[in-house]
């Protein structure tokens, strides 16, 4: 019975976590590394499980308290799609996701002062800005998820930072180069935030809360995510005819029909109706996921034949 009752109570954690959108942190992580590998950079990849860890665990928190803000302002419903439901159907209680997030805060903290004793105080920085940028996406006094700010701060945080900050931990350099490489998944990663906020107009409205797709509306928005989702491909072809990357990254274009099958979903899509768009968040992790995948194995390929 006590079995039982732990499997049970692990799965609500689980789906809490909603696993679906965790690869969301981890691939910037890997574009990282294999950036640096790319580049050249001698790469210390003792740090590597430690910035890994650390970031899937500042997101796990950031999602328990999405849905913790999210469910007591009325957010999340019994009929939205948006959370993880653990609240709705009370399979946790409000107190006890907030402390989740906050037990995987401290994790991810020690995980990070490890990576401060390795490789020094200047990971520090990184850390602190992780941790704040996990708790602000929805809590007080900031909340910046709900003030329209989401898109730019996801774009940044699990963009930009996480695969220019990996580059760092592993080889003590920051690069514009890297940063560049960082693009086309920074775009991606916004895509799945975008994804859900553009389902999720009519209840977001209701709900009084403001994202960059309910203040721009349905047809706005959704042209915002076909930039989203095809401006990847775009950077991907300057990048490689600028030099900075090499030829292999054209096969990041192996993912193009998952690309044009989310945009024909929005295309098809009636303003107002959540159903038409239900899957579209988890369909845009697919594609950041398996363009991410594409575009490391470019990567370490470019690196092995420098």
Not at 185 to 198: D, K
């Given at each position: 019975m006590c079995w039982d009752h732990f499997k049970n109570r692990a799965w609500v954690w689980f789906r809490a976590a909603r696993p679906f959108s965790l690869t969301a942190s981890a691939t910037p992580v890997f574009i990282g590394a294999a950036a640096s590998v790319a580049l050249g950079y001698p790469v210390d990849w003792r740090a590597l499980p430690l910035f890994l860890s650390a970031a899937v665990l500042i997101h796990v928190a950031t999602n328990y308290?999405?849905?913790?803000?999210?469910?007591?302002?009325?957010?999340?419903?019994?009929?939205?799609?948006?959370?993880?439901?653990?609240?709705?159907?009370?399979?946790?209680?409000?107190?006890?996701?907030?402390?989740?997030?906050?037990?995987?805060?401290?994790?991810?903290?020690?995980?990070?002062?490890?990576?401060?004793?390795?490789?020094?105080?200047s990971i520090l920085a990184l850390g602190i800005v992780g941790v704040l940028g996990g708790y602000l996406y929805a809590g007080y006094p900031v909340g910046y998820k709900y003030h329209?700010?989401?898109?730019?701060?996801?774009?940044?945080?699990?963009?930009?930072?996480?695969?220019?900050?990996?580059?760092?931990?592993?080889?003590?350099?920051?690069?514009?180069?890297?940063?560049?490489?960082?693009?086309?998944?920074?775009?991606?990663?916004?895509?799945?935030?975008?994804?859900?906020?553009?389902?999720?107009?009519?209840?977001?409205?209701?709900?009084?809360?403001?994202?960059?797709?309910?203040?721009?509306?349905h047809q706005l928005a959704s042209r915002i995510y076909y930039g989203y989702v095809l401006f990847p491909y775009a950077a991907i072809l300057i990048l490689i005819f600028s030099g900075i990357l090499s030829g292999y990254s054209a096969i990041v274009f192996l993912s193009a029909p998952l690309a044009f099958q989310n945009c024909r979903c929005v295309l098809k899509s009636r303003p107002g109706s959540a159903e038409d768009l239900a899957k579209l968040d988890q369909e845009t992790a697919k594609l950041h996921l398996s363009f991410g995948i594409l575009q490391i194995s470019a990567l370490i390929i470019q690196g092995a034949f420098l």
């Open positions: 308290f999405g849905d913790y803000f999210d469910y007591i302002k009325g957010v999340d419903k019994d009929y939205t799609y948006g959370s993880s439901g653990v609240l709705v159907d009370g399979s946790l209680k409000t107190h006890e996701l907030l402390m989740g997030g906050f037990v995987c805060l401290c994790v991810a903290a020690v995980l990070g002062l490890s990576l401060v004793f390795l490789k020094g105080f329209a700010l989401g898109d730019f701060f996801v774009f940044v945080l699990m963009g930009v930072f996480l695969v220019c900050g990996a580059s760092f931990a592993l080889t003590g350099w920051l690069s514009s180069l890297v940063f560049w490489m960082s693009l086309p998944i920074s775009s991606l990663v916004t895509a799945i935030l975008h994804a859900n906020n553009l389902r999720d107009i009519s209840h977001d409205e209701q709900a009084r809360i403001q994202t960059l797709a309910s203040v721009s509306g």
